[in-house]
């Protein structure tokens, strides 16, 4: 991979440029895997040869230091509840308490990003419209690290991943 490496299968550009979108799997002949291989090759660029693209170095760090891929405040995680006609239930780091059916793991995009808080809101009505007991954890949510291990930082996913089971376990065991 890179334009040193005579002979690249894989073009640099071409290998960040992937969006991980899966139409190459759905469409190949003979069922190859592409994401599962660049993902690999990402994971070895960043990992083992310290090279990716400048950009994913903010999103690594605002991953790593403020929960998710744009750098926000946790603090702004809730303020799609704020646009809602109805309360919202936020876990407060208690247990969840027995009539919550169901625990709603906004996410980073849900969150944070317009277009998917819209998502959020539609899902968040369409729940309270079918009666369901639903409950958030608002500023106790984190990044999954699914962004920073598509781009191929498996260790800090794996950080997210680990800080989120904790939680989830806090929250379960009390």
């Not at 002979?7 to 895997?33: H, K, R």
């Not at 599962?36 to 760090?61: Q, T, Y």
């Not at 009539?99 to 944070?112: Q, T």
């Not at 808080?117 to 954890?137: C, D, P, Q, S």
């Amino acid at each position: 991979v890179g334009p040193s490496d005579s002979g690249a299968v894989i073009d640099e550009d071409v290998l960040w440029s992937c969006t991980t979108c899966g139409a190459c799997v759905n469409q190949c002949p003979v069922d190859i895997e592409h994401i599962d291989h660049i993902v690999d090759m990402r994971r070895n660029r960043v990992m083992i040869e310290s090279e990716f693209p400048s950009e994913l170095a903010g999103l690594f760090k605002n991953v790593e230091n403020k929960g998710n891929p744009w750098g926000m405040n946790a603090s702004m995680r809730n303020a799609w509840i704020e646009e809602m006609d109805f309360e919202v239930r936020v876990s407060e780091g208690d247990a969840i308490p027995d009539d919550v059916d169901y625990l709603f793991w906004v996410g980073c995009a849900g969150a944070f990003e317009d277009r998917a808080k819209k998502t959020t809101k539609a899902v968040a009505e369409l729940l309270h419209l079918a009666g369901v007991e639903f409950m958030v954890l608002g500023e106790g949510e984190t990044c999954t690290g699914d962004p920073a291990r598509r781009a191929g930082n498996e260790f800090l996913f794996q950080m997210q991943a680990m800080q989120n089971v904790e939680v989830l376990n806090e929250i379960r065991a009390k």
